[in-house]
């Protein structure tokens, strides 16, 4: 899915990373469960989850003794649900008695994009006003743009650059991508190419 605006020639955006949680609806004995599954890492002492890493699809599952898990590192939805999925029938396979598939709920995709061109963040942070903006390039050199509909922030670069976190679907991503571009159009900030 991506977002091209009429008039600017943009990439489209790249989901880099969705964040996801389910609860197995059962409490979970870590010790055990760490030595059951391959590669499984559990050091309570460090971190009160066992952290559990797939080559395919490529992610990272956090499964805590309450039965709640947190899967992190997929850069599609689909494999988002294959990663969850695999997790369940693996600790299925090591003996925990999970009997119903559980709900998969995105709590946060990060995705970028880039406007095609070089923007003067200094003059879109007075342009934009300060309710939602945050700008202190001597502390990041980002602007940081929190957008009402669809509720995310937009982190944006002097190299017209852009990263979009706190969405919870693509449509999210597109959505903020295309608000931002036509409101830097709207405001003289974004020259329109093509």
């Known amino acids: ?10 990439s489209e955006y790249v989901i880099q ?11 979970l004995d870590l010790g055990t469960l760490a030595l059951s599954l391959s590669g499984a890492e559990y050091e309570p002492e460090q ?3 066992l952290i559990y890493r797939l080559k395919s699809p490529k992610s990272a599952t956090l499964l805590f003794r309450s039965g709640k898990l947190v899967c992190t590192g997929s850069r599609s939805l689909a494999n988002v649900k294959q990663a969850i999925e695999t997790v369940v029938s693996d600790v299925k396979n090591a003996g925990v008695p999970i009997t119903a598939s559980p709900e ?4 946060n ?9 070089d923007i003067n963040l200094n003059a879109i942070a007075i342009s934009l006003g300060l309710e939602r903006v945050e700008y202190e390039p001597e502390q ?3 602007l940081v743009y929190r957008l009402e509909e669809p509720k995310v922030v937009v982190l944006l670069f002097g190299s017209g650059k852009l990263v979009c976190t706190g969405a919870r679907t693509p ?3 597109e959505a903020a991508v295309k608000k931002i571009t036509e409101e830097l159009q709207s405001i003289g900030m974004l020259k329109a190419t093509g």
């Open 1 to 10: 899915m991506s977002y091209r605006p009429r008039g600017i020639t943009i």
């Open 17 to 27: 990373n969705i964040v996801a949680s389910a609860n197995l609806g059962i409490e």
């Open 47 to 49: 971190f009160p989850g």
């Open 104 to 107: 998969i709920i995105v709590q």
């Open 109 to 117: 995709i990060v995705a970028s994009s880039d406007l095609g061109q």
């Open 140 to 142: 990041f050199p980002g």
């Open 171 to 173: 449509k999210d991503v």
